[in-house]
């Protein structure tokens, strides 16, 4: 068993279902996760509810229990009072933000719009996909777009530094809560800025990165983030013979291919030289010229 202390007590249907039909087997201790699959601990189950011999504090009913089995698209915090489904809203952008569960990592929700990929994807594998088309990543690396933080996560693994983005407290308020985003505070690699990214970059100083992961989201939330200036932008702060990777989605789309060939244009007009398809990443890999 893999201690779980330090990490929020977060539960899915993924964890909970199971624990359902081991009552209906009548089985009394269940192994299962309190951090959506990082790690299992045992549960014993009883006619009030299920206990966690590891944290005597808490305890799920079976009310509750059944309550996040009916809504797939949430996640919850499990607390000494109860659950409570892990969302927000954000007086910034006037948007609703929430946690929701996959089989592996959680994605978020903005809006409505899941900000990673979650069909034949999830949103580790895709987040570690875009940070291998920019390998190797060595040195000083920006990550425009913050989320939940799992590409800043793994180019950590093997940058020096990364400085990573986010507009909306919001957004950093559900990552605090999601057990798959705790490295982005306890990496002593990554530093966080908050505000937005068309502001903070242009502060930087000329050639400071050796590579830019560009992830943001949808056009229609943040169409200054495919601007001409703003990739004019990204190509003075990065080094010269350095890389930048931009997500634009599904290239197999009428929408992605469209969005493609706009950030193609506008990349090339800001400078960058040898833009290629990434496919397997959803986006496109750009260099400055050495």
Known sequence: MVNTVNRELVLSHFQIAPLLKARGQEKIVVETSLDLGLSTTVAELTEAGMYFPAYPLLKLSWDDAAKIVRNENACYALTPDGIEKIQTFSELTNRAYSLCPTPTAPTMLVAGFPMHRIK?????????????????????????????????????????????????????????????????????????????????????????????????????????????????????????????????????????????????QRLKSAGFRSIKPAPRAFGVLASKPG
């Open 120 to 264: 034949e994807s999830d949103p580790y594998s895709s987040a570690l996909a875009m940070v291998k088309t920019l390998s190797p990543v060595r040195g000083s690396l920006l990550d425009t777009c913050t989320g939940l933080g799992y590409t800043a996560i793994q180019a950590a693994r093997t940058a020096r530094h990364v400085i990573t983005i986010e507009l909306d407290p919001a957004a950093q308020k559900i990552a605090r809560q999601n057990p798959w985003s705790q490295a982005l505070f306890d990496n002593l690699v990554i530093a966080q800025r908050m505000g937005d990214a068309l502001e903070i970059v242009p502060t930087f100083d000329d050639s400071t990165f050796d590579c830019i992961l560009h992830d943001p989201p949808t056009m229609s939330l943040a169409g200054d983030l495919y601007s001409g200036t703003f990739y004019v932008e990204l190509y003075r702060v990065l080094k010269r013979g350095g890389k930048l990777f931009h997500y634009v989605g599904d290239p197999a789309t009428r929408f992605g291919a469209n969005t493609t060939r706009g950030v193609v």
